[in-house]
């Protein structure tokens, strides 16, 4: 049936002004992920029969982001109802219904936009749906006015909004469905005689009316609908998305011992029975698996940490780490593009880049791998098994063999053989009774300079 069609729209063309950037306002990340990315993913579970993102000119950046979502241009910014009208090449045809979207509100749930369909398709069968909310602060948003039997007679900008109208708490959340076979005569009949000189998509309503349609108002919750206009939004749609992946990280079986402190990406997934301490961040691309440990202080992006593993007190995983099955990487230690294998231990002061540290390897204190040159980056492979002494220097490219013993302090240049020790430590000196001799002679001479003052 044509009216259960669905088809979305994307409006992600505005400049973002009140961002004061130089990126686009929806490439904006927010969990680590761009604004628009986390909408995409809301729409993609929807599975409309089309979509389409309208995005300003020279948005290739943007046009990137969303493919393979076809995307088309608004040249000129001229209001929301303006950029939907860009789409008109696209969806002029389409008779079913088609939900509008706004770049900059990215935390809407698949079940809000659902419920909004559903209030479409109910009766009076209206002709547009408006998400309404009651944010704690309705500032900027526009206004929902509703008459006694629930119809949706206008939404006023609050720029253009009367005292009266402005102490309404029911807000645009700048969601809405419109039906597919008025939409674009709508569009095309809304005026810019307004205190922004815009075309705003909110006058369909009017326009509905005007023509007799019924125009209904399905509610949503602040914490998905937050619009970013500047950075202080930005902030608290990030405070409110950290909330519920955190609630979702507990929800899955983890213990965080002080939720509040703990940030997490959009993408980071988290085993059961995983332990994290106070103040871990973990960035995009991060998979711990069951039963792994993050103590305290930790900054984790781009790393995989396999089942009953230990990281931290503040470690910090790089790009390209992997911590095998109940390996410890512990306090000061850096990893990155590094593979530390099944039950190895880094526990201290450490560096480790471009390297494999073999299963069971044991890296004490203060090892570096000296990975680059200032021109390229060099391998470190230590075997399983082997020892790294404390404080040595690992210069790459270079191999320690399996089992290999390093002495501390060392700086290894050469490959080690497989069980061998290796030390590249100045011989060490000892004199018997030199310290206490030291100290007689320069007291003998301290006290023969003082007796010479004495005597002038
Ligand atoms: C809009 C709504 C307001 C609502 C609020 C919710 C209108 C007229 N106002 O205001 O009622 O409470 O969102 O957050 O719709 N865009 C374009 N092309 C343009 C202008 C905007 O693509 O010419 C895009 C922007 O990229 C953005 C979205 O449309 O993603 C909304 O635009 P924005 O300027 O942020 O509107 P608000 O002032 O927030
Ligand atoms: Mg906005």
């Given at each position: 049936m044509t009216g259960d069609q669905t088809a979305v729209v994307i409006l992600a063309a505005g400049l973002g002004t009140r961002m004061k950037s130089s990126l686009p306002k929806v490439m904006h990340p927010l969990a680590g992920r761009p604004m628009i990315k986390h909408l995409l993913a809301a729409v993609e579970s929807l599975a409309p029969q089309q979509a389409c993102v309208v995005i300003g000119a020279e948005m290739e950046a943007v046009a990137r982001a969303v493919a393979p979502y076809p995307t088309v241009v608004q040249t000129e910014r001229l209001g929301t109802g303006h950029a939907v009208l860009a789409a008109e090449p696209v969806l002029?045809?389409?008779?079913g219904d088609v939900l509008i979207v706004y770049g900059d509100t990215p935390l809407i749930s698949l079940a809000t936009m659902q419920r909004m369909l559903d209030v479409k398709r109910?009766?009076?069968?209206?002709a547009v749906v408006v998400l309404g909310f009651r944010p704690e602060d309705p500032g900027a948003y526009g206004r929902l006015v509703v008459d006694g039997s629930g119809q949706l007679q206008a939404i006023v900008e609050a720029k253009d909004a009367s005292a009266e109208q402005l102490k309404i708490g029911l807000c645009n959340a700048g969601m809405m469905v419109v039906d597919g076979r008025h939409l674009f005569a709508f569009l095309h009949a809304i005026g810019n005689a307004n205190a922004k000189g815009e075309y705003y998509l909110t006058d369909v309503v009017t326009l509905a009316q005007a023509q007799g349609l019924a125009c209904r108002v399905a509610e949503g919750d602040e914490r998905e609908l937050i619009g970013v206009n500047s950075r202080a939004d930005l902030a608290r749609a990030e405070a409110f998305l950290q909330e519920t992946l955190r609630q979702r990280a507990m929800n899955e079986g983890a213990t965080l011992i002080d939720p509040a402190t703990v940030y997490f990406s959009a993408d980071t997934q988290l085993g059961r029975d995983v332990t994290v301490g106070p103040s871990v961040f973990f960035g995009p691309g991060v998979t711990v698996g069951d039963r792994v440990e993050i103590r305290a202080f930790c900054h984790i992006e781009g790393a995989v940490i396999e089942e009953g593993a230990i990281v931290g007190p503040f470690s910090r995983l790089r790009p390209g780490a992997s911590v095998a099955k109940g390996a410890h990487v512990g306090n000061f230690v850096e990893i990155k593009n590094a593979t530390v294998e099944e039950g190895a231990k880094v526990n201290h002061l450490t560096y480790i880049g471009d390297a494999r540290v073999g299963a069971k390897a044991n890296v004490g204190a203060g090892t570096i791998t000296c990975n680059y040159d200032g021109f390229t980056k060099g391998f470190t492979d230590i075997g399983e098994g082997a020892f790294i002494g404390s404080n040595s220097s690992l210069v790459a490219p270079v191999k320690i063999g399996a089992g290999a013993i390093i002495g501390a302090g060392s700086v290894i240049t050469r490959e080690v053989e497989t069980d061998a020790l290796a030390l590249t430590r100045g011989p060490h000196l000892q004199r018997k009774g030199w310290g206490k001799a030291f100290r007689t002679r320069k007291d003998e001479e301290k006290r023969k300079k003082q007796a010479e003052k004495g005597d002038r």
């Open positions: 002029g045809g389409f008779a109910a009766e009076p069968r209206p």
